[in-house]
């Protein structure tokens, strides 16, 4: 053979090899250094699906659901499989025309290809969906698609429990929110924001492979590095659902606010921030509508006034002057005052309600009828108490009983953006009067009204302290986590706080001085048979300011009370706004509630108060007009702030251009 | 000659139709890969392309057998008559031809479609072995050789007519064989030299290019300073190489550029390099409208996001994300490697690559042995065109090469290619199989 001869075989060959392994060395680098393509691969073909669990439920005391979810639907469409379709007939069932049809696919269509399904139209109505599913074999092409959504049963207790809606921005960049993404649901407000942790579950996280039409397909790796969802976990509350709505319906058509609590527990039975919204409003797809047309509300619905308002309290704070009074040692139960229908003793005569001599001729009757001579003075007497150096040492002393009792300060209720109320210390008078200052200027601060201001919460606390004869849990709603009564999150609220020592006699005095409110005293009509009440009521003088004038507006209707007095079990403050006596409004709802609570139901004889409490319209015309010059100012402090912004940066964007000009100037003349 | 002649079982090259053996079935296996979905009941569906393959491979391995049947001689003495018709049925193609993608290279008989490009190129294999052969062609000669390379070329132009670049080039091939049979070396450094010139030309700035192309010239000068000293010739030779290297490098590559080439086509050679299309290039940037991911650069990236992303082990056989769901376009025909590197890494890369190497230096050694020229022409042939279909489709899946529509022998899908390669094969088989007893 002549091929041994010829070496171009063999330069053929080392081609043949040469060429091959170029492609093997590029191979090589590409499977095995260069990664992107890994990443790259896993971008295009694997889809992270982010499985939404249900979100916790929340039980009342009774085991009744206060708030679940509930599935809606969302209509999808993918064009190209449209088929056979019948415009006309899908429009007449979805309650649509023609020109809003195509208005809503044309808007598919350019947001989408043809072949990727899209939203056609979201949530649903109960309607369109039974008339879609009627109808569904002859739209090919669309399909409804499961999603879930809150539902508020018997739509009460919408300020407690709150709403969800999608994060926000400024949202996600804080810690809270680390792991949430664009277009995810957390609790906005209430307790849907306080529990939001529990109540999410944990989303679960499935992959799944698609194809390049980005349709999904199989579980990638068969579910090897799926995570589970986790459901959220249920709440089980201390509010009673049917004591809650029979609340709501007392304070319907009035401004003010309810709160009722167990005083064993610190849970709260009621919390009624009146006017009401219905909480459904606040979900779906009318939501932020809705929200806009709720914010706009004169009334400000959305404004919890249980925990956020501070009402000057009125008598109602005259059995804890009291009690602040016997503890210190300032008087003892059997003090009395000669009182003649005003009190003297600072300039200024301070107006009283009675006039018949002997009606504070001890604490129980001063207290029974209301006498602000009596407190006014005992509430000196206690800052003036021979037993603290001077004036300011027994206002200081007066506070930090007051703060002990929650007062000034946030309480640590599970619901979030509490109030802290008005709690007046020396350096508040300090400040107001320049150091020069005694117990004649404050002396309105021992009958409720002045600096001091307390959120219906901090009064109802201090009925369950009273109560209890000296200690109060933090009040709150949530008596388990998903069944679990010693959750970490639960754990101050099971700590028995204790009131400085206050002597047991100082509360039976107060207790039953209230008691003979209800029997005796201002507030007779808030009696229930059977149950030993104890009570007080209050008339709290208020003012606003409109247009920069103060003008004094119509008096809150306040109450507290708390019942039975031998094993209390319901401590209640009741707020009406601008309605008149506390008698009249405030103490025959609170009564009711009592009574509606202890007994289950309310008697018959009284069925007449409740239909006059159902009925009452206490809103007042002036509501809106303060309302609305309210917002007007903050409008215009709003365009102000933005103007003076706008005129600094204005100004410095000047002041560098004049810089600018001096310098050129500087340089022109060493020229 | 000896006196007893086995059987022709006995004397068939076993090595050579095992290695096409496993080629189809990795092929079949492949193919499979692409097309099966997991929501499939069966895993045989008889509508399927895979399902389609297997009968093809049935046809061919019948065809096979009717060519081990054939008497040797037959191949040789109608190689001309084959050419002729081939030639003849190509040019009808252009005319008759069905449409597909813009190519007029099918014919089509009832539902059956087949190219005859893919067919001509064994009748053109036989006819070159033949003309080469043939005891009165002197291949040492000029005008020889100009015929060869007419007759290798001849089909190539039709194809081109027929605007199927990528199976015309193939036909390039057969100057490897020419080559081997007496084409001077120069041919082939030449042709190195021109890729080498063309690359530089695209890849580098045509500034620079000419102060490296002159720097290299001095260079050269000053190696050779004697020889120039003493003599003309070499100095109006190398000046001249210098010359003709600029004025291609900073004339003839542009001028074809601006003026010769399409744009799909530039946009090919550059999304090869890795590079963007220059812009005194880019026809379509004149016309305002923004820049548009050009169809091969995106089957490119999907090839290369399925290959790389394969790694050393592969994903598994039926777990390649890519191949599963469609990404790569093309992937049962041009790009049908990719499913191979995805599913079985580089290990499965470099299994395949071995089978064909191994393939063709076989070939390449069977053609040594052969005492026929007409037989190791044949087989150089033979091994050439799988060696340019091998380098230029995987090269084309992993960027090194443009994208121009060439199958992978024996693995892509399709009829006429798996048709056209087997009875290469087969009649290689055949006629070696005859080796010790002719002398031609």
């Known amino acids: 053979m002549s091929s041994a001869a010829n070496p171009r075989q063999y330069i053929i060959q080392i081609i043949f090899l040469g060429v091959a392994s170029v492609i093997l060395l590029r191979l090589f680098f590409l499977q095995n250094f260069e990664s992107k393509y890994k990443v790259m691969a896993n971008d295009i073909a694997i889809y992270k699906k982010v499985v939404y669990p249900p979100r916790g439920v929340i039980y009342d005391r009774k085991g009744k659901v206060m708030l679940s979810n509930t599935t809606i639907y969302d209509?999808?469409?993918?064009?190209?499989?449209?088929?056979?379709?019948?415009?006309?007939?899908?429009?007449?069932?979805?309650?649509?025309?023609?020109?809003?049809?195509?208005?809503?696919?044309?808007?598919?269509?350019?947001?989408?290809?043809?072949?990727?399904?899209?939203?056609?139209?979201?949530?649903?109505?109960?309607?369109?969906?039974?008339?879609?599913?009627?109808?569904?074999?002859?739209?090919?092409?669309?399909?409804?698609?499961?999603?879930?959504?809150?539902?508020?049963?018997?739509?009460?207790?919408?300020?407690?429990?709150?709403?969800?809606?999608?994060?926000?921005?400024?949202?996600?960049?804080?810690?809270?929110?680390?792991?949430?993404?664009q277009g995810d649901y957390t609790g906005l407000s209430g307790l849907e924001l306080q529990y939001e942790e529990a109540l999410r579950g944990q989303r679960g996280v499935h992959f799944m492979e698609r194809d390049k039409f980005n349709r999904p397909k199989d579980p990638y790796r068969n579910g090897a590095l799926d995570t589970m969802e986790i459901s959220g976990k249920s709440l089980e509350l201390y509010m009673d659902a049917d004591l809650q709505s029979y609340a709501e319906k007392l304070m319907q058509n009035k401004v003010g606010s309810v709160v009722a609590i167990d005083p064993q527990t610190g849970g709260i039975l009621t919390m009624v921030s009146s006017p009401c919204y219905d909480p459904n409003l606040l979900r779906g797809r009318d939501r932020a509508k809705n929200y806009g047309a709720l914010y706009r509300e004169a009334t400000r619905p959305l404004f919890n006034r249980a925990t956020q308002a501070a009402y000057p309290p009125g008598s109602t704070i005259k059995p804890m002057t009291g009690l602040v009074a016997l503890s210190v040692g300032a008087i003892t139960p059997s003090f009395g005052l000669g009182?003649?229908?005003?009190?003297?003793?600072?300039?200024?005569?301070?107006?009283?309600?009675?006039?018949?001599?002997?009606?504070?001729?001890?604490?129980?009757?001063?207290?029974?009828?209301?006498?602000?001579?009596?407190?006014?003075?005992?509430?000196?007497?206690?800052?003036?108490?021979?037993?603290?150096?001077?004036?300011?040492?027994?206002?200081?002393?007066?506070?930090?009983?007051?703060?002990?009792?929650?007062?000034?300060?946030?309480?640590?209720?599970?619901?979030?953006?509490?109030?802290?109320?008005?709690?007046?210390?020396?350096?508040?008078?300090?400040?107001?009067?320049?150091?020069?200052?005694?117990?004649?200027?404050?002396?309105?601060?021992?009958?409720?009204?002045?600096?001091?201001?307390?959120?219906?919460?901090?009064?109802?606390?201090?009925?369950?302290?009273?109560?209890?004869?000296?200690?109060?849990?933090?009040?709150?709603?949530?008596?388990?986590?998903?069944?679990?009564?010693?959750?970490?999150?639960?754990?101050?609220?099971?700590?028995?706080?204790?009131?400085?020592?206050?002597?047991?006699?100082?509360?039976?005095?107060?207790?039953?001085?209230?008691?003979?409110?209800?029997?005796?005293?201002?507030?007779?009509?808030?009696?229930?048979?059977?149950?030993?009440?104890?009570?007080?009521?209050?008339?709290?003088?208020?003012?606003?300011?409109?247009?920069?004038?103060?003008?004094?507006?119509?008096?809150?209707?306040?109450?507290?009370?708390?019942?039975?007095?031998?094993?209390?079990?319901?401590?209640?403050?009741?707020?009406?706004?601008?309605?008149?006596?506390?008698?009249?409004?405030?103490?025959?709802?609170?009564?009711?509630?009592?009574?509606?609570?202890?007994?289950?139901?309310?008697?018959?004889?009284?069925?007449?108060?409740?239909?006059?409490?159902?009925?009452?319209?206490?809103?007042?015309?002036?509501?809106?007009?303060i309302d609305s010059a309210i917002r007007l100012r903050d409008a215009n402090n709003y365009a102000a702030r933005v103007e003076r912004k706008r005129a600094a940066e204005s100004m410095k964007r000047a002041q560098d251009s004049l810089m600018f000009v001096r310098w050129m100037e500087r340089r022109g003349r060493k020229k | 000659m000896s006196p007893v002649r086995k059987s022709l079982f006995y004397r068939i090259d076993g090595v050579m139709i095992m290695l096409y053996v496993i080629l189809v079935i990795i092929g079949l296996l492949a193919v499979f890969s692409v097309e099966h979905r997991s929501t499939d009941l069966t895993i045989f569906i008889a509508n399927k392309n895979y399902s389609k393959q297997v009968i093809w491979f049935g046809y061919s391995l019948f065809l096979g057998f009717l060519i081990l049947l054939t008497d040797s001689k037959f191949f040789a003495s109608t190689a001309f008559l084959g050419y002729t018709v081939g030639v003849v049925v190509l040019i009808l193609t252009i005319f008759i031809g069905v449409d597909v993608k813009g190519s007029h290279s099918w014919l089509g008989v009832g539902s059956f479609r087949f190219q005859p490009g893919e067919v001509c190129k064994i009748f053109t294999s036989l006819a070159l072995a033949k003309f080469l052969s043939l005891p009165e062609t002197n291949f040492k000669t000029l005008r020889h050789?100009?015929?060869?390379?007419?007759?290798?070329?001849?089909?190539?132009?039709?194809?081109?007519?027929?605007?199927?670049?990528?199976?015309?080039?193939?036909?390039?091939?057969?100057?490897?064989?020419?080559?081997?049979?007496?084409?001077?070396?120069?041919?082939?450094?030449?042709?190195?030299?021109?890729?080498?010139?063309?690359?530089?030309?695209?890849?580098?700035?045509?500034?620079?290019?000419?102060?490296?192309?002159?720097?290299?010239?001095?260079?050269?000068?000053?190696?050779?300073?004697?020889?120039?000293?003493?003599?003309?010739?070499?100095?109006?030779?190398?000046?001249?190489?210098?010359?003709?290297?600029?004025?291609?490098?900073?004339?003839?590559?542009?001028?074809?550029?601006?003026?010769?080439?399409?744009?799909?086509?530039?946009?090919?050679?550059?999304?090869?390099?890795?590079?963007?299309?220059?812009?005194?290039?880019?026809?379509?940037?004149?016309?305002?409208?923004?820049?548009?991911?050009?169809?091969?650069?995106?089957?490119?990236?999907?090839?290369?996001?399925?290959?790389?992303?394969?790694?050393?082990?592969?994903?598994?056989?039926?777990?390649g994300t890519s191949t599963k769901n469609q990404f790569v376009p093309e992937q049962n025909t041009d790009f049908i490697f990719t499913a191979v590197a995805e599913q079985f890494g580089f290990l499965g890369s470099f299994f395949l690559i071995g089978i064909y190497?191994?393939?063709?230096?076989?070939?390449?050694?069977?053609?040594?042995?052969?005492?026929?020229?007409?037989?190791?022409?044949?087989?150089?042939?033979?091994?050439?065109?799988?060696?340019?279909?091998?380098?230029?489709?995987?090269?084309?899946?992993?960027?090194?090469?443009?994208?121009?529509g060439i199958t992978l022998p024996f693995l892509s899908y399709g009829g006429s290619s798996l048709l056209s390669f087997s009875i290469l094969i087969f009649i290689l088989v055949r006629l070696d199989a005859d080796r010790q007893a002719m002398i031609r």
């Open chain 1, 75 to 181: 209509l999808m469409v993918t064009p190209r499989n449209m088929k056979n379709f019948d415009t006309a007939q899908f429009c007449v069932a979805m309650g649509l025309d023609l020109p809003g049809f195509l208005k809503i696919m044309k808007g598919v269509q350019t947001r989408n290809i043809d072949v990727r399904q899209s939203t056609f139209m979201e949530q649903l109505s109960p309607e369109q969906t039974a008339r879609f599913q009627e109808n569904a074999f002859s739209f090919q092409g669309f399909e409804l698609v499961e999603r879930n959504i809150r539902e508020y049963k018997n739509a009460t207790a919408g300020i407690v429990l709150g709403y969800i809606g999608e994060v926000s921005l400024d949202m996600l960049k804080k810690d809270r929110y680390a792991s949430y993404r």
């Open chain 1, 339 to 625: 009182c003649f229908g005003s009190y003297n003793y600072c300039g200024r005569p301070i107006a009283c309600e009675h006039h018949d001599a002997g009606h504070a001729a001890n604490f129980r009757l001063a207290l029974a009828h209301s006498c602000n001579s009596y407190f006014s003075h005992i509430f000196r007497m206690t800052i003036d108490y021979k037993g603290f150096p001077n004036v300011k040492v027994g206002l200081q002393k007066w506070h930090d009983y007051f703060s002990a009792c929650g007062f000034g300060r946030q309480s640590g209720i599970d619901l979030p953006f509490e109030g802290k109320g008005l709690l007046p210390d020396t350096t508040t008078y300090n400040k107001m009067y320049r150091g020069v200052w005694n117990s004649c200027t404050v002396v309105f601060v021992g009958m409720g009204q002045g600096e001091l201001a307390l959120t219906p919460l901090q009064m109802a606390n201090s009925m369950a302290i009273i109560a209890n004869k000296g200690f109060y849990y933090i009040p709150h709603f949530v008596k388990s986590i998903g069944k679990n009564e010693n959750d970490p999150q639960l754990k101050k609220y099971r700590e028995r706080k204790t009131v400085l020592n206050i002597p047991d006699s100082s509360f039976s005095v107060v207790q039953q001085a209230m008691q003979d409110v209800v029997e005796s005293g201002t507030a007779i009509g808030a009696k229930v048979d059977g149950v030993t009440v104890c009570a007080k009521t209050g008339t709290a003088e208020n003012k606003a300011i409109v247009n920069g004038a103060v003008i004094k507006m119509a008096n809150h209707s306040m109450f507290v009370a708390f019942a039975p007095r031998e094993h209390p079990r319901i401590a209640i403050a009741v707020a009406v706004e601008n309605s008149g006596f506390g008698a009249t409004w405030a103490a025959p709802i609170a009564s009711l509630l009592i009574e509606k609570y202890l007994k289950d139901s309310v008697t018959y004889k009284r069925k007449a108060v409740e239909e006059k409490m159902f009925n009452a319209k206490l809103i007042n015309k002036y509501v809106y007009t």
């Open chain 2, 145 to 319: 050789r100009l015929l060869g390379v007419a007759l290798a070329m001849g089909p190539a132009v039709i194809i081109l007519l027929q605007n199927e670049t990528g199976l015309a080039l193939v036909y390039f091939c057969f100057l490897l064989v020419m080559y081997r049979e007496g084409l001077p070396n120069a041919v082939l450094v030449l042709g190195f030299s021109l890729i080498a010139l063309v690359l530089g030309t695209l890849l580098v700035d045509r500034k620079v290019f000419f102060i490296i192309l002159t720097v290299l010239a001095l260079i050269t000068a000053y190696l050779m300073r004697s020889a120039l000293r003493r003599r003309m010739e070499p100095r109006i030779i190398l000046i001249s190489i210098w010359a003709v290297c600029i004025l291609f490098s900073q004339l003839a590559v542009p001028m074809v550029f601006k003026h010769g080439l399409k744009q799909h086509q530039i946009d090919r050679i550059y999304s090869m390099l890795g590079k963007e299309v220059p812009i005194e290039y880019n026809k379509n940037a004149e016309e305002g409208d923004e820049k548009k991911v050009n169809a091969s650069e995106y089957n490119v990236l999907q090839s290369k996001i399925a290959i790389g992303s394969g790694g050393f082990t592969g994903k598994g056989f039926l777990n």
């Open chain 2, 357 to 404: 190497v191994s393939l063709m230096l076989r070939i390449i050694f069977v053609a040594e042995r052969q005492r026929s020229a007409f037989t190791r022409i044949y087989a150089y042939c033979v091994a050439s065109i799988l060696f340019f279909h091998f380098a230029i489709n995987i090269s084309m899946t992993i960027g090194l090469a443009p994208v121009i």
